[in-house]
């Protein structure tokens, strides 16, 4: 139905879409759903949910690289940082959490509750407590 017009289809149902192909169908589909994007629908929740599936696969590379990008576009949110807080303890990257931390405030971004947990954490799996 969106296809044909009957349906508008915003951009947070893009974003659940994006989630949705990536859990289903993979990266490649999500990769090529994102790229077909107009560029009015490559929102912040768009660039979110691509993120989110490439923490959710653990890709660094691909994770670090989109989230310069949503830096550069202004996206910035504490949504992002926690996605790539989360990859780096699903990485056993432990010692690049507060990094990150410390990056957010340096952006102006406040951390919230679920940032500082994400960070003990990090602390706890780190045994660095």
Same mark, same amino acid.
């Given at each position: 139905?969106?296809?044909?017009?009957?349906?508008?289809?915003?951009?947070? @149902?893009?974003?659940?879409? /994006?989630?949705?192909?990536? $859990?289903?169908? &993979?990266?490649? %589909? #999500?990769?090529?759903?994102?790229?077909?994007?107009?560029?009015?629908?490559?929102?912040?929740?768009?660039?979110?949910?691509?993120?989110?599936?490439?923490?959710?696969?653990?890709?660094? @590379?691909?994770?670090?690289? /989109?989230?310069?990008?949503? $830096?550069?576009? &202004?996206?910035? %949110? #504490?949504?992002?940082?926690?996605?790539?807080?989360?990859?780096?303890?699903?990485?056993?990257?432990?010692?690049?959490?507060?990094?990150?931390?410390?990056?957010?405030?340096?952006?102006?971004?406040?951390?919230?509750?679920?940032?500082?947990?994400?960070?003990?954490?990090?602390?706890?799996?780190?045994?660095?407590?």
């Amino acid at each position: 139905m969106s296809s044909k017009g009957l349906c508008p289809i915003s951009a947070t @149902d893009h974003a659940v879409q /994006l989630n949705l192909i990536g $859990k289903v169908r &993979g990266l490649e %589909s #999500v990769e090529s759903y994102f790229q077909n994007l107009s560029d009015e629908h490559k929102t912040e929740k768009a660039y979110g949910a691509l993120l989110n599936c490439y923490v959710r696969e653990g890709l660094v @590379d691909k994770s670090l690289s /989109l989230m310069q990008t949503m $830096k550069d576009l &202004g996206f910035v %949110s #504490v949504l992002n940082f926690n996605n790539i807080m989360c990859l780096y303890l699903q990485t056993e990257q432990y010692e690049k959490v507060p990094v990150v931390l410390a990056s957010m405030k340096k952006a102006g971004v406040s951390p919230d509750n679920f940032s500082y947990r994400i960070c003990i954490n990090s602390y706890g799996a780190s045994s660095d407590l």
